[in-house]
């Protein structure tokens, strides 16, 4: 049972535009989310993460935002760049317990 | 601080074998989790340690088990190996100073097993 879900397998988008990533989720217990960044053959990256507190957490060119009525968040890259080309995981932990509820991800591309 | 380190990187083994994976957290990170990434299931979640202790478990078959030593390193392992279990498996390490799981969890290269 997916119970994080990121319905885009896919993105392009033009250097210096904004990426938007999209993330459901369907376990109102989640409090915690992530966006892990990966490249194919390495574990996933730390990109950004927001507590269920907050609706909103920049890092520079990333910015997360969260509707927790609408079980929703979305990373938001600006501006984006040929090395953000990569596959995005959306996860999400219960305060509970440590195990990550990953979506299937989005692979973004970013062209020049 | 280094980062997660994972041994091997690359494995092959053949059915009916059984595997041993190796995880090194970030010094000072007390929990490890284990991941399994499968390009039809995605990532999914194994187990976490904790102080030497299974705390969380996901939904796999007991032939998949693990250990943590009192220096926070972990070992899994896979009994019986069947062709399913070719995947990538991701270590992942967290300072673990609440008791929830608010904790960014930061991730190994990986071990790549082929079961043939």
């Known amino acids: 049972d997916q119970q994080v879900k990121q319905n885009s397998p896919s993105l392009s988008v033009q250097e210096g535009r904004i990426s938007i990533l999209n993330c459901d989720y369907t376990?109102?217990?989640?409090?915690?989310f992530l966006w892990y960044k990966k490249y194919p053959a390495e574990g996933p990256t730390f990109l950004i993460s927001?507590?269920?507190?907050?609706d909103k957490n920049e890092d520079g060119r990333f910015t997360v935002f969260l509707n927790k009525s609408a079980k929703h968040l979305s990373l938001h890259i600006v501006p984006s760049q040929p090395g953000d080309s990569a596959v995005y995981f959306c996860?999400?932990?219960?305060?509970?317990?440590?195990?990550?509820?990953f979506g299937k991800g989005t692979s973004l591309l970013v062209t020049p | 601080k280094a980062g997660v380190t994972q041994t091997p990187r690359y494995l092959i083994k053949t059915r009916g074998q059984q595997v041993t994976l190796s995880c090194s957290p970030i010094?000072?990170?007390?929990?490890v989790s284990w991941y399994q990434q499968t390009p039809g299931q995605g990532l999914q979640f194994l187990f976490e340690?904790?102080?030497?202790?299974?705390?969380n478990k996901g939904n796999f078959p007991g032939r998949f088990s693990g250990r943590q030593f009192s220096n926070s390193r972990s070992e899994m392992n896979v009994s019986t190996l069947e062709l399913g279990d070719s995947a990538l498996y991701l270590c992942?390490?967290?300072?673990?100073?609440?008791?929830?799981?608010?904790?960014?969890?930061?991730f190994g290269p990986g071990t790549r097993l082929l079961v043939l």
């Open positions: 992942a390490s967290s300072q673990a100073t609440t008791s929830g799981g608010r904790e960014t969890q930061y």
């Open positions: 376990n109102s217990m989640f409090d915690y």
């Open positions: 927001i507590s269920s507190i907050k």
């Open positions: 996860a999400a932990s219960k305060n509970s317990g440590y195990a990550l509820n």
């Open positions: 010094s000072g990170h007390r929990s």
């Open positions: 340690y904790f102080s030497e202790t299974q705390r």
